[in-house]
């Protein structure tokens, strides 16, 4: 076993400068629309992230309210938290020249959106900026739109890869579509 307490990683990468594996972590459901964090993290060995007793640190879940309190010391807190059901999938670090040079090196993560959530969340693809290779904990939209202003979704991003020439493609089966992202405006 390398880490233990990560639910549902659906993503995971290598960071080619580290050798460290980060993961795109789908956190728990059924405790509203504002609950759990979804998160995006570097797993370190033998490290421990909290499920099924713990979230975000050492936030106790109500589910398993009062059991293993020896646990919650241990709990490794995630690097960049995102919306609660963002449904994070794919992530890459992108290496690319396409973009902008301030996004060498940094995450691309793909957000497939939100079920069960009153108000959506997701249905985008997201930058979390690294430096000296650790999150800054801060995430921003890079690709938007499959939301309409009413709340329907037409799309719904799933992967994500990088192109011989930098660009992106992101794959989406909400509209079973392959796009094609290219920066114009350096």
């Given at each position: 076993?390398?880490?233990?307490?990560?639910?549902?990683?659906?993503?995971?990468?290598?960071?080619?400068?580290?050798?460290?594996?980060?993961?795109?972590?789908?956190?728990?459901?059924?405790?509203?629309?504002?609950?759990?964090?979804?998160?995006?993290?570097?797993?370190e060995e033998g490290g421990f992230y909290g499920w099924p007793w713990f979230y975000t640190g050492g936030r106790q879940d109500p589910w398993h309210a009062g059991k293993h309190p020896e646990l919650k010391s241990k709990v490794l807190p995630p690097d960049v938290l995102l919306?609660?059901?963002?449904?994070?999938?794919?992530?890459?670090?992108?290496?690319?020249?396409?973009?902008?040079?301030?996004?060498?090196?940094?995450?691309?993560?793909?957000?497939?959106?939100?079920?069960?959530?009153?108000?959506?969340?997701?249905?985008?693809?997201?930058?979390?900026?690294?430096?000296?290779?650790?999150?800054?904990?801060?995430?921003?939209?890079?690709?938007?739109?499959?939301?309409?202003?009413?709340?329907?979704?037409?799309?719904?991003?799933?992967?994500?890869?990088?192109?011989?020439?930098?660009?992106?493609?992101?794959?989406?089966?909400?509209?079973?579509?392959?796009?094609?992202?290219?920066?114009?405006?350096?």
């Amino acid at each position: 076993m390398y880490a233990y307490g990560v639910r549902n990683c659906v993503g995971e990468a290598i960071n080619p400068i580290t050798g460290a594996l980060w993961c795109s972590t789908n956190e728990g459901d059924a405790l509203g629309d504002n609950l759990v964090p979804d998160y995006i993290t570097h797993v370190e060995e033998g490290g421990f992230y909290g499920w099924p007793w713990f979230y975000t640190g050492g936030r106790q879940d109500p589910w398993h309210a009062g059991k293993h309190p020896e646990l919650k010391s241990k709990v490794l807190p995630p690097d960049v938290l995102l919306q609660p059901h963002f449904a994070s999938l794919e992530m890459l670090f992108y290496d690319g020249l396409q973009f902008t040079a301030e996004y060498k090196d940094d995450v691309f993560a793909v957000e497939h959106g939100s079920w069960n959530r009153q108000k959506r969340a997701g249905c985008e693809v997201i930058r979390a900026p690294l430096q000296n290779w650790k999150a800054t904990g801060e995430y921003e939209d890079l690709l938007t739109g499959f939301v309409t202003a009413d709340g329907r979704v037409w799309g719904r991003p799933v992967g994500v890869a990088v192109a011989k020439n930098s660009s992106l493609f992101v794959s989406d089966d909400g509209s079973n579509s392959i796009w094609h992202v290219i920066c114009t405006d350096k």
